[in-house]
Structures are given as C-alpha cells and as structure tokens.
C-alpha cells in the first residue's frame, strides 16, 4: 500500500497563530519530507528526515519546526506565519531515498 | 548543485497521439531519474522511474529512455487519453543528496478529445 496521509486537507490560519500539519506512513519507509508547493510550480524541499533523525533543513525559515516522533509519523508546526508562506504543503515517504510517495497534501491559507 | 530543465513547458495533442517530455540534468553523478504526474488539485504520483544502469523502462503506454552521455532522459505516452491531462514534473537524484530531488519545472499536457 503506497499511502501517504496528511490532515487537515485545508488550513486556513492568521500571521499570530499556531497551528500543525499532520502526515503518517505505513508503509515501513525509513525517510520523511516536507515540501511546499506553489501553484504551478515543482514541490520544494523544506526537510529530510531519515530513521527519524533531521538530516536536510534547506534552509527553511525557523516559523516553520518539523518534528518526527516516531518512524510513521511527522508534523509541521506552524507559527507567525506570513502571507506568502500560504501554499499546498506535501508529505512524502520512500524507503532509500528514491521511490518518494507523496501524500495528499495540506492547502494552507495565511490571512 | 544539480539543475534540471524541462522541455516543452506546455503540450497539446489529440486522443491518440504519441507525446514527449524531454528533460537534461547537470550532475554526471546524478543515477536515479523519477517521472510525477500531477493532476489539478492532486497529489503528484510516481508514475515511472529510470536508473542510471539501464537505458530504458515501459510500462504499459508510458516509457522513459536515459541517454547518460547526452545527461538527458525522455517520458514517452503513447496512444494518448484525455485522462493522461495533468502536469508532469521530471527530477534528478544523486545517491549522496540524501533524498534531495531536483525537479523540472513541469510540463502541463493536455489530450484534446
């Protein structure tokens, strides 16, 4: 099973609060990412994480905190947002970094 | 780093036709070459992938072929259908980029009834 799942679907939040995106996998893959992607655009890398360790942070502004608690889940804790940050975030999941599996993605709106 | 360009950046065809992606890279390094679709609103889905040890791959109506010399590789839908309308995005990977993959900048195709 190649499922990827991700909550909420939409997000809509202002520039004070906090919120989190939420993705899991069973599918027994050692890595885990955030993108972020813009209408029409490619999926950007945000952070890698591989056997629930940090291992690729390209740079993302620190509003942005990931987090793996264990090997099947990931969050994206959201804080002091801009409007530009509103976009399609995307988790995905591969076993050796190749196979990526996205999953359906959170559309977050900052207003 | 590791560039990809993606050509052409839109694609008509009629039902039927054969349609061609064609995307370069950079990094002679580079070994594993994924293709995504991705339809409007959707997930993008690995729908084929190609590495660097083997010169072509089918799967049904889609094929990808990798020229490592020229460092280009092709995504090749034959006997189109409208359902194959969606954006498609080549990437790149580099065992040592530890999942970094670099993307094309898509090829939005439509199949035209």
């Known amino acids: 099973d190649t499922e990827v799942t991700q909550t909420p679907k939409h997000l809509v939040m202002g520039m004070t609060n906090k919120k989190s995106l939420k993705c899991e996998q069973h599918m027994g893959h050692r890595a885990m990412y955030w993108y972020k992607q813009k209408a029409k655009k490619p999926p950007e890398l945000m952070f890698v994480y591989s056997y629930e360790k940090l291992s690729i942070n390209e740079s993302v502004p620190s509003r942005f905190s990931p987090e793996c608690p264990n090997s099947s889940l990931l969050n994206l804790h959201l804080h002091a947002l801009q409007p530009e940050d509103s976009a399609l975030y995307l988790c995905?999941?591969?076993?050796?970094?190749?196979?990526?599996?996205f999953g359906p993605g959170t559309r977050l709106t900052v207003t | 780093g590791e560039n990809v360009e993606q050509h052409p950046s839109t694609l008509s065809v009629q039902e039927g036709d054969s349609a061609v992606i064609k995307c370069t890279y950079s990094?002679?390094?580079?070994?594993?070459f994924p293709w995504y679709k991705q339809e409007l609103g959707k997930r993008p889905q690995l729908i084929i992938d190609?590495?660097?040890?083997?010169g072509e791959k089918k799967d049904q109506r889609i094929a990808v072929t990798l020229n490592k010399t020229a460092k280009h590789f092709s995504l090749h839908i034959t006997e189109t259908q409208p359902e194959d309308s969606a954006v498609y995005f080549c990437?790149?990977?580099?065992?040592?980029?530890?999942?970094?993959?670099?993307f094309g900048q898509g090829t939005i195709l439509t199949v035209h009834p």
């Open positions: 190609i590495r660097s040890n083997v």
């Open positions: 990437a790149a990977h580099h065992y040592t980029s530890y999942g970094k993959l670099t």
């Open positions: 990094d002679s390094a580079s070994n594993y």
């Open positions: 995905a999941s591969s076993q050796d970094f190749n196979e990526q599996y």
